[in-house]
């Protein structure tokens, strides 16, 4: 799909300086520019490569003024970055653009769906379920009985989502997700066996959710386990049974939050952080990476370590930590001159 420096400059509202007819056919990094190529300088670092980029467009600031000849064409917005972070969705939207029921895929003859919708071969959508318009399943994709899924979501290629689960609009649902698996929940016995406790939630994700791939959202004992709106879950993150996620967190790689713990809104919760059960964490926190959280969290904390303490004084202790052999010495030092 090829398209011209005015087009471009049309979705983007920005100004041509060049040729408006030259044509472009994919994206580049301004360092790896082909002929042929789009491109964008946003980071000032990068301007050496304005001169020497081989790709046919450039995306540039309206503030950009070129030290000498440039042969790329360039596309003058007011932001570089989110201009291109608009065309890159614009390119993605239209790559992906597919509707009709793929054959072989199973339907139930119970499952009602909008206009528009996509559903790929080998995708197994079982009983009442209800599918919103501009919906896309992609191949190998598993919707359960009583699943609820809003417009314009996407489900990609073997992503699992069991019964009774409700999904809002707008959102995606990467490979390899699974949403409304049984919750961690077993009671232990007198013999020191464990009896499993029956799991009869579902999960609700609102809108405008992101949820990255291979991680799990764990379905429920009572009630539901519930994403909020806006919230951006990255790859292998675990949600455990009854967790409530606030609207526009963000959660990075390989975290865990166990059961029935509340997050709040507009956190940012770093890779590999281990957030332990009933528990409750405030608005607008930020949790550093490898963390470890035990304990309730109030608003605004920023925190750091295992046992997670507050950034700074975590900080400061790690100077103390660092030159702990030092200290000790001098201790002995001290001890030894006592009793000379």
């Not at 079982?126 to 009583?146: C, F, L, Q, R």
């Not at 009572?222 to 993150?237: A, P």
């Not at 100077?319 to 001890?335: C, Q, S, T």
Request: glycine residues 10%; hydrophobic residues 35%; negative net charge.
């Amino acid at each position: 799909m090829k398209f011209t420096a005015q087009q471009i400059a049309d979705i983007l509202e920005g100004e041509v300086v060049g040729n408006p007819d030259v044509e472009v056919s994919r994206l580049s990094k301004i360092e790896e520019g082909t002929e042929g190529s789009l491109t964008f300088l946003a980071n000032p670092k990068y301007t050496s490569y304005i001169y020497s980029t081989k790709a046919s467009i450039a995306i540039v600031n309206k503030v950009f003024d070129p030290e000498v000849e440039i042969n790329a064409t360039l596309i003058k917005v007011d932001d570089a970055y989110k201009s291109f972070s608009k065309l890159l969705e614009y390119y993605n939207q239209i790559k992906n653009v597919k509707t009709g029921i793929e054959s072989p895929a199973f339907i139930s003859d119970s499952a009602r769906h909008g206009e528009d919708v996509y559903v790929g071969a080998f995708s197994y959508i079982g009983e009442n379920v209800n599918i919103g318009s501009k919906v896309k399943i992609y191949p190998n994709a598993y919707i359960g009985d009583n699943v609820v899924i809003d417009d314009y979501t996407v489900i990609f290629s073997g992503a699992k989502i069991y019964s009774d689960c409700i999904i809002g609009k707008h959102c995606v649902i990467n490979s390899g997700v699974i949403i409304g698996a049984d919750g961690f929940g077993y009671a232990p016995t007198e013999k020191g066996q464990y009896n499993k406790v029956p799991q009869i939630g579902n999960v609700i994700i609102e809108d405008f959710v992101e949820v990255g791939a291979a991680t799990t959202i764990d379905r429920a004992t009572l009630g539901s386990t519930i994403i909020r709106s806006g919230v951006k879950l990255d790859n292998q993150i675990q949600i455990a049974h009854n967790v409530e996620i606030g609207k526009n967190t963000v959660i990075a790689a390989q975290t865990g939050v166990a059961g029935s713990t509340k997050i709040g809104e507009n956190c940012q919760i770093g890779g590999q952080v281990g957030i332990v059960g009933h528990i409750t964490i405030g608005n607008n926190v930020k949790i550093q990476a490898q963390s470890g959280i035990g304990r309730n969290v109030k608003d605004n904390e920023v925190l750091q370590g295992s046992p997670a303490l507050p950034y700074a004084d975590f900080n400061k202790s790690y100077v103390h930590f660092k030159n702990l052999p030092k200290i000790v010495r001098n201790i002995n030092d001290l001890e030894k001159s006592k009793w000379e």
